[in-house]
T-cell receptor, first 114, second 114 residues
Framework: GAGVSQTPSNKVTEKGKYVELRCDPISGHTALYWYRQSLGQGPEFLIY????????DSGLPNDRFFAVRPEGSVSTLKIQRTERGDSAVYLCASSLSTGGAEAFFGQGTRLTVV | KQEVTQIPAALSVPEGENLVLNCSFT??????LQWFRQDPGKGLTSLLL?????REQTSGRLNASLDKSSGRSTLYIAASQPGDSATYLC?????????????FGKGTLLTVNP
């Protein structure tokens, strides 16, 4: 596709359940990022992939959060044992690998934990 | 730790006015700075990207300036229109390009009244 695609657009889950959020980056973009945006806040960095490997996962809040990008394209953010505090919009972005390249964001997945 | 502050938090203006949004950051060692637009329930749209070596960037009615030494950026919007109503986010990249990690402000909510 022409832009970054995220699915689902909305996800409601019960506390304690496991969820997966998917991101399809722009074709040819080797860098991929996940951010989380809580209500009234700016997005906060979670994890950055360069190709298949996680180059920086320092933003993941705890070990319930995990992300993969096995073939260097689609990425999945996985959250185990969800908590109400995980409710937020999860944004994915991608860019060319060259330094300082512009980031293109997807529409986000709104996760609500009830 | 890099911190980004945006002032004002909200701004309401009549159509046709020129306006300035402000962004400040605490660590001047940035790689670049971006201004984004976010519409309700939507993802982020990149408006302007300024490399650390640049002073300003222009796109149509938008002009962004960067004073890296003082840790400040401004986004100037000329002849505002109701369609400009959105949240404007400032983000700095302190990750050095190859390790790309944006720190966002909380945004300025702009309302342009017809």
């Amino acid at each position: 596709g022409a832009g970054v695609s995220q699915t689902p657009s909305n996800k409601v889950t019960e506390k304690g359940k496991y969820v997966e959020l998917r991101c399809d980056p722009i074709s040819g973009h080797t860098a991929l990022y996940w951010y989380r945006q809580s209500l009234g806040q700016g997005p906060e960095f979670l994890i950055y992939f360069q190709g298949t490997g996680a180059a920086d996962d320092s933003g993941l809040p705890n070990d319930r959060f995990f992300a993969v990008r096995p073939e260097g394209s689609v990425s999945t953010l996985k959250i185990q044992r969800t908590e109400r505090g995980d409710s937020a919009v999860y944004l994915c972005a991608s860019s060319l690998s060259t330094g300082g390249a512009e980031a293109f964001f997807g529409q986000g997945t709104r996760l609500t934990v009830v | 730790k890099q911190e980004v502050t945006q002032i004002p938090a909200a701004l309401s203006v009549p159509e046709g006015e020129n306006l300035v949004l402000n962004c400040s950051f605490t660590d001047s060692a940035i790689y670049n700075l971006q201004w984004f637009r976010q519409d309700p329930g939507k993802g982020l749209t990149s408006l302007l990207l300024i490399q650390s070596s640049q002073r300003e960037q222009t796109s149509g009615r938008l002009n962004a300036s960067l004073d890296k030494s003082s840790g400040r950026s401004t986004l100037y919007i000329a002849a505002s229109q109701p369609g400009d109503s959105a949240t404007y986010l400032c983000a700095v990249d302190s990750g050095g390009g190859s390790n790309y990690k944006l720190t966002f402000g909380k945004g300025t909510l702009l309302t342009v009244n017809p």
